[in-house]
């Protein structure tokens, strides 16, 4: 991994100088806000049983169906299309190097992006003056919780955008592959498990482990449980590993 | 050329060393995410650790003997608040259990099971059947042959109709010590003066029903003939005297006392009016005087469609500390007067408790044979609200001086206020267990406080909540900026 430094900082500095990365950041933000500008407006006149971190990091799909794929689409499949990753390959690089550098990079803006939305209740409680809705906005175990959860889930997200580009040239074809996976990873499980257990009893407890929402519920209330952090780090680790196999067998 | 250097053959190898590696990396994954299930930790960030459990249970989960079962009836669906509320912070503490048994490596000790009774028809039928459980919003604890069902109203605390705090941990856990406990008290029901039977299933004075759901909480029940004994058995926690048709003999009365006495023994009698029950020297002793007289009741709220009486009116006490959290009404039938002995100088170690009263609006009568007098009359009569239950407490000073309980006796002017008939009714059934429990000191097993079911509001002004929408804009337009200041500087 001596390259590793080079090529992560290469992938940052197209990510950094990419009119796209700001163009989707704003967007991002500017959905974030709207959503949370909702959920504020929702609170008012009205008792809730969770607080608005909790209901706020509900909505993590949203930004995940859309910009893990417009994040991670074309960092495999672009450079394929361009003949440049064969060009790469030629280089005193391994293939896990380029995978570990892409994937990465394209974590780390999208934790990032998702730190930024740490601004809004900071916003409503120093910005406006209103100390007195820092226990509301402010709960640390929730928030630890809930972007932990989101930094956490972002590692197999982003793991699974960059094996869906480095199945095809098409980056298109890449976008769809990866949201058509995540759509299965977040939405499908809960639905699999309401039929399959239906069917098999047994089936129950392996589902509900890998069912995205009850992690999240976990997490987004401050109760931190050690078993998501395996599935999503190992899982991760098992995706990248097929796209570097991928890398190998098509180079 | 050898076979291996054919381009063919290699490409063949290649495919198949992939496709060894893919099944080796998802293998060791999934390998490694079970042992991840088997060893895990859950670690509770909120600031008040509102999702650990109480020492209490974790210490219970860690020796338990028998597998337990958890069945749910609350329906995960419901668009009732306080349904929605039940159903999440049961199914949140319940997950908390299996966890907590998980870690003390009793994987399969702790079995839990959801039925949705208005979709699952055929489990439900199943459930209706084994356990008699046909509502939903229950939870039944079952392990062995012993069960035990609780309610919403042991679960969930309300104040003005809405739910303010969670008892869950409390019920459940009691529960399982209920039905899986190693010590079983034993509790006797005197017969031999023409009382109610616990082996009798009719409406009016059998006691069958709540004879059968003792036996469900691991508790032993018996009947005894006083004077087939010497005394009260050694292994005796309580007593039950449900209503003697007639006067206890003087011999058999001084067994109950020494019972009571000499082995801080515990007594439940009921009463009905008009009975000679030959105890009023013993009830003195302990500070209780049941009147030869009857509650009239006056007041409409009070009075069932069917006749009975609606108790309402609660003294505090851990025995309808339940009722009075909940308003429950208790339903019985005639009653006459138990109070404290007026007058009676009681010591600092006898304590007196008024448990159940009548209505403002009712009397007790003393003339009630003279058919001709209904009207209230102040001489001889009481007026409401007036005492139907008491209990009494006595303390002991240890040569340490330290106080504990010496024995306890609560009497119950009314007879069928636990009779197959009306034991169903929620509040005589949390009366007679909230009873026992009392008196079998069941209800000090466990200090585990209620937590509270948190609400969130926010109090913004609708120009606050504007002006905050603007503030958000913030980020978004700060980094459109950098934007366009990269954009710039690449392009000049």
Redesign the interface.
């Known amino acids: 991994m001596r390259h590793f430094g080079v090529l992560l900082r290469h992938e940052l500095r197209a990510l950094f100088i990419a009119p796209s990365t700001y163009i989707a950041s704003v967007l991002f933000l500017l959905l974030m806000a709207y959503v949370y500008y909702m959920i504020l407006e929702s609170y008012i006149g009205a008792e809730h049983d969770v607080s608005v971190a909790e209901t706020f990091f509900k909505i993590f799909w949203l930004p995940v169906f859309f910009m893990v794929p417009l994040l991670t689409m074309r960092s495999v499949a672009e450079d394929r299309r361009a003949g440049t990753l064969e060009t790469l390959m030629t280089t005193p690089v391994t293939s896990l190097e380029v995978i570990c550098s892409k994937f990465l990079a394209a974590w780390l803006f999208y934790v990032t992006l998702w730190g930024i939305t740490l601004a809004f209740p900071f916003l409503v409680i120093y910005g406006m003056g209103r100390p007195g809705l820092t226990e509301s906005l402010l709960d640390p175990g929730i928030l630890i919780g809930g972007y932990g959860f989101v930094a956490l889930s972002g590692l197999l997200f982003v793991a699974v955008g960059i094996f869906a580009s480095s199945l095809t040239r098409n980056q298109l074809v890449a976008g769809m592959l990866s949201f058509s996976i995540l759509f299965i990873l977040i939405v499908g499980m809960p639905a699999l498990e309401e039929h399959a257990t239906a069917w098999e009893l047994w089936l129950a407890e392996p589902l509900e482990f890998l069912k995205v929402f009850r992690h999240l519920e976990d997490f987004s209330r401050g109760m931190i449980d050690t078993r998501p952090i395996f599935y999503y780090l190992s899982n991760a680790g098992l995706v990248l590993g097929l796209a570097v196999l991928l890398i190998d067998s098509k180079a | 050329m050898g076979k291996l250097d054919d381009f063919v053959c290699a490409n063949l190898l290649?495919r198949i060393n992939?496709v060894v590696?893919?099944v080796c990396?998802?293998t060791f994954?999934v390998g490694?995410?079970y042992v991840?299930?088997l060893y895990?930790?859950?670690?509770?960030?909120?600031?008040r650790h509102?999702?650990s459990l109480s020492p209490e249970t974790l210490a219970h989960i860690e020796h338990i003997q028998e597998p337990i079962e958890i069945i749910v009836t609350i329906p995960s669906d419901s668009s009732r608040e306080d349904e929605?509320?039940l159903y999440?912070y049961t199914r949140d503490l319940i997950n908390e259990y299996v966890h907590a048994a998980r870690r003390a490596g009793e994987r399969n000790m702790i079995r839990v099971e959801y039925i949705d009774i208005f979709k699952d028809i055929a489990r439900a039928e199943a459930l209706a059947r084994d356990h008699a459980i046909d509502q939903p919003n229950l939870v039944l604890v079952r392990s062995g042959n012993r069960s035990r069902t609780i309610v919403p109203s042991e679960i969930l605390e309300f104040e003005r109709m809405r739910p303010v705090a969670f008892m869950g941990e409390r019920a459940l856990t009691s529960a399982m010590i209920e039905v899986g406990g190693a010590e079983k008290p034993d509790v006797y029901f005197l017969v031999g003066y023409g009382e109610m039977r616990i082996d009798d299933v009719s409406a009016n004075r059998g006691l069958s029903e709540i004879a059968a759901e003792l036996r469900a909480r691991n508790i032993a029940v018996g009947s005894l003939e006083l004077s087939t004994v010497d005394a009260v058995p050694e292994e005796a926690d309580l007593l039950i005297l449900p209503d003697p048709m007639g006067p206890l003999r003087p011999e058999d009365v001084e067994k109950i006392r020494n019972y009571l006495v000499d082995r801080a023994g515990r007594l439940i009698a009921l009463i009905a009016p008009a009975r000679r029950h030959g105890l009023d020297d013993l009830f003195h002793e302990w500070g209780i005087r049941v009147e030869d007289m009857i509650v009239v009741e006056g007041g409409s709220d009070y009075i069932e469609g069917s006749g009975n009486y609606l108790v309402r009116q609660f003294g505090e006490h851990p025995v309808t500390e339940v009722l009075i959290r909940n308003q429950t009404p208790v339903i019985t039938g005639l009653s006459r007067p138990v109070r404290q002995v007026p007058g009676a100088a009681l010591d600092g170690r006898l304590s007196v408790i008024h448990l159940l009263g009548s209505s403002p609006q009712s009397w007790a009568m003393r003339r009630y044979r003279d058919a001709e007098t209904s009207a209230f009359n102040p001489a001889t009569d009481l007026e409401g609200p007036v005492p139907i239950a008491a209990v009494a407490e006595r303390k002991i000073d240890s040569r340490l001086g330290i106080s504990y309980t010496g024995g306890r006796v609560m009497v119950f002017g009314t007879a069928d206020l636990f009779s197959n008939r009306l034991v169903s009714s929620v509040g005589n059934h949390t009366l007679f267990f909230s009873a026992v429990n009392w008196s079998l000191d069941r209800d000090q097993l466990l200090a585990i406080p209620p937590r509270p079911?948190?609400?969130?509001?926010?109090?913004?002004s609708r120009s606050?909540?504007l002006?905050?929408?603007m503030?958000?804009?913030?980020?978004?337009g700060v980094?459109?900026v950098?934007?366009?200041l990269?954009?710039l500087v690449?392009r000049y």
């Open positions: 290649k992939r590696q893919i990396a998802v994954i490694l995410n991840a299930t895990y930790e859950r670690i509770d960030l909120t600031s509102l999702f929605e509320i999440r079911i948190e609400k969130y509001r926010l109090t913004l606050e909540l002006q905050a929408g503030l958000f804009l913030i980020p978004a980094l459109a950098i934007g366009l990269v954009g690449r």
